[in-house]
Nanobody
């Protein structure tokens, strides 16, 4: 089964949200996973990713504010977002990489979730 995201919504500037990505029936334990964001009128781009060993990557704009984690036993990937800003608004997609490396480009993604909307109001 493809991954499915949960946890999006509307939040005020400075607020927090926690996204979850559940991949029931799929085994992504040996693969990199990540979160991508697509803002209106912009291309889909990586926000954070994690390789098979747990090594993480964050795009510069979210460093110190977002955290990524995974629970392989639950087949779940998380994105904790604190200090949200209006520019964080967009559709957030869970992504399973094609290899053990954390995906940093859409071309490195094997499976996408359908996406969940995050809106940060000013």
């Amino acid at each position: 089964a493809r991954p499915v995201e949960f946890g999006g919504g509307l939040v005020q500037d400075g607020g927090s949200l926690r996204l979850s990505c559940v991949a029931s029936g799929s085994t992504y334990g040996g693969y990199g996973m990540g979160w991508f964001r697509q803002a209106p009128g912009k291309e889909r781009a990586v926000v954070a990713s994690m390789d098979w060993s747990g090594k993480t990557y964050f795009t510069d704009s979210v460093k110190g504010r977002f955290a990524i984690s995974r629970d392989n036993a639950k087949s779940t990937l998380y994105l904790q977002m604190d200090g949200l800003k209006p520019e964080d608004t967009g559709v957030y997609y869970c992504a399973a990489g094609k290899t053990g490396s954390g995906p940093r480009d859409p071309l490195q993604v094997w499976h996408w979730g359908p996406g969940t909307q995050v809106t940060v109001s000013s």
